[in-house]
């Protein structure tokens, strides 16, 4: 099993980005997924998360700035990030909702930045 998360990169404050994560030797469409992310110095936390059955959670401090979705077909989960800002920079991850130890990929970097 593998979960890759792409994109990420250096944003302006205000900015936006919507880093794909694709899963490789798992079926996600029956699974709770979530971004994750960690900040330097900090623990990692949970960003948000989309159930089965495509309900999300976020949050409080991306509430209205970030969406989370899920393309079953593509095996694939979203994270929309809107209105960034140096707050939002960390390593970026998905895996499932609680995670499994044994998913976590290299993240993707996001740092927000004037």
């Known amino acids: 099993v593998q979960l890759v998360e792409f994109g990420g990169g250096l944003l302006q404050p205000g900015g936006s980005s919507t880093p794909p994560c694709a899963a490789f030797?798992?079926?996600?469409?029956?699974?709770?997924m979530a971004w994750y992310r960690q900040a330097p110095g900090k623990q990692r936390e949970l960003v948000a998360r989309?159930?089965?059955?495509?309900?999300?959670n976020y949050v409080d401090s991306v509430k209205g700035r970030f969406t989370i979705s899920r393309d079953n077909a593509k095996n694939t989960v979203y994270l929309q990030m809107n209105s960034l800002n140096p707050d939002d920079t960390a390593v970026y991850y998905c895996?499932?909702?609680?995670?499994?130890?044994?998913?976590w990929g290299q993240g993707t970097q996001v740092t927000v930045s004037s």
């Open positions: 895996n499932l909702n609680p995670p499994e130890p044994r998913y």
């Open positions: 030797g798992i079926i996600l469409r029956i699974a709770t």
């Open positions: 989309v159930s089965s059955g495509c309900t999300p």
